[in-house]
């Protein structure tokens, strides 16, 4: 089942990367929870309006905000590791911006998503499923 919980989370990225959020690989309720280093993106979203309304609030400060997957790791059990990168260009200034290299640790149940915790810091992404980097 883990292999398969990879590919359907490679499948939301590549939906992602084509300007759409796949939905259909989300559960209705879905928890999502921004990196804590930024309160405003923290506090748990819950199902699919309140992530429209999370990308919404990206989109606010990004021109074109890009969330790339640079490698999917099977966590064990129902959990997907994903090391990605983030950034765009700052509607105010234009400015091309990259984050820091981010990790998400995805919870599956059932073909679907049910939980997406961002860390600013993949260590801490490691450190959340149990793995070393």
């Known amino acids: 089942m883990s292999e398969e919980n990879v590919e359907i ?3 939301g990225y590549e939906a992602f990367a084509s300007g759409q959020i796949a939905f259909e690989f989300l559960d209705p309720e879905i928890e999502w929870r921004g ?3 930024f309160p405003d993106l923290a506090e748990p979203q819950f199902g ?3 992530l429209a309304r999370y990308w919404a609030k ?3 400060v990004f021109h074109d905000y890009r969330m790339v997957a640079e490698e999917f790791i099977d966590a064990g059990g129902d959990r997907v590791l994903v ?3 983030e950034g765009g260009r700052g509607k105010g200034s234009g400015i091309e911006v990259q984050t820091n290299l981010t990790a998400h640790v995805w919870t599956l149940r059932d073909g679907k998503a049910v939980r997406m915790q961002s860390y600013w810091e993949r260590a801490d992404g490691f450190k959340a499923v149990g ?3």
């Open 35 to 37: 990196p804590r280093e």
């Open 48 to 50: 699919h309006e309140a």
């Open 131 to 133: 793995l070393l980097e």
């Open 58 to 60: 990206l989109n606010e």
């Open 9 to 11: 989370i490679r499948r």
């Open 83 to 85: 090391l990605s990168r």
